[in-house]
């Protein structure tokens, strides 16, 4: 199962997915699946659990001050701004990583539309809990918010069109795994997850290395011997790059870089539908059309996670 196609092993696509591969009674697919997800967890604990060390370090004394270790309360997630909401699942997984036994309640999906006023969920815990969680909560839904948020005006131009939309490695670090995941859920595919899921020969490997064709050669050499099955995607700056690469062979996929929507259609002629295709750099919401009316198969945006702004969420006391 490649990174990306559903990061929430808890949701229902993931389940249904999981379903049919029992059905099937495929075990390498089960395998991969179960790798997958395994691997992810894992990978979401450490993140939960490094934030939460960042943040409370030795104890939050303004709730231990005047807060009884044992007394439960009730919070509820209000948005406050339009847009895309995402991270409900993650704010469940934050609260259960500290307390297992609190109750949440959503009153929203990751995905939907949401409107100022509206309310995403109800936690139920001890007042410790909710309080020590609440910041991290906010700032991974308000961040996935406005990544989703911008990722569906992209993917929203692109209805219509057989192009998808993929994010990059410009992520904040330590964070990439939750702003893909926001990525995924406004709309978009996720690219590789970094420098180990596939090899991605741009332009300072090629230069470093002395061309073109002696890249791909070697990479190609490279994943034979040591890393069978992991793909290769080469970029390339100029036609005269795609004539060498279509010479050359032994890829997967083909960068046009910095090409106009023009050069992308003399691009797509000589590669005759060989390998798949994806657009990049300098592509923008009012752009985006043009390029993906090339029949380009992929285009590629760093923007959508670095240039989104958080969305305003509260986290808000319910006194009975």
């Known amino acids: 199962m490649k990174p990306g196609c559903s990061l929430f092993f808890t949701n229902a696509k993931a389940v249904s997915y999981l379903n049919k591969v029992r059905t099937f009674q495929n075990p390498l697919y089960y395998f991969c699946f179960m790798t997958h997800i395994e691997n992810y967890q894992r990978q979401l604990e450490e993140l939960i659990s490094n934030a939460l060390k960042e943040d409370i370090g030795d104890g939050d004394h303004s709730t231990l001050s005047i807060i009884g270790p044992d007394v439960k309360g009730k919070a509820i997630l209000k948005i406050k701004e339009n847009g895309i909401l995402a991270g409900v699942a993650i704010a469940k997984e934050i609260f259960f990583y500290v307390e297992p036994g ?167 002629k000589i590669i005759d539908g060989k390998y798949e295709t994806e657009a990049s750099g300098g592509i923008t919401l009012e752009n985006i059309e043009s390029y993906a009316a090339t029949g380009v198969d992929f285009i590629s945006s760093g923007a959508i996670i670095h240039q989104a702004k958080s969305l305003d969420l509260s986290l808000k006391a319910e006194i009975q």
């Open 102 to 268: 609190s109750v949440f309640t959503k009153y929203k999906e990751d995905g939907d539309t949401m409107q100022k006023g509206e309310v995403a969920f109800e936690i139920k815990a001890k007042i410790h809990t909710i309080l020590s969680c609440e910041r991290l909560v906010l700032n991974c839904m308000q961040r996935m918010s406005g990544i989703a948020t911008l990722t569906k005006e992209y993917t929203d131009k692109l209805k219509g069109y057989s192009t998808k939309l993929l994010d990059t490695r410009k992520t904040t670090p330590n964070f990439r795994l939750l702003e893909k995941e926001a990525v995924r859920i406004g709309g978009g595919v996720n690219h590789r997850f970094g420098l180990y899921d596939m090899v991605m020969l741009k332009d300072n490997h090629i230069d470093y290395c002395g061309g073109i064709e002696k890249a791909i050669e070697k990479a190609w050499q490279y994943t034979q011997e040591k890393k069978p099955g992991l793909k290769i995607e080469v970029e390339t700056r100029s036609i005269e790059d795609v004539k060498k690469v279509m010479r050359t062979g032994k890829v997967n996929r083909i960068m046009l870089d910095n090409f106009s929507p023009d050069e992308i259609k003399e691009a797509l």
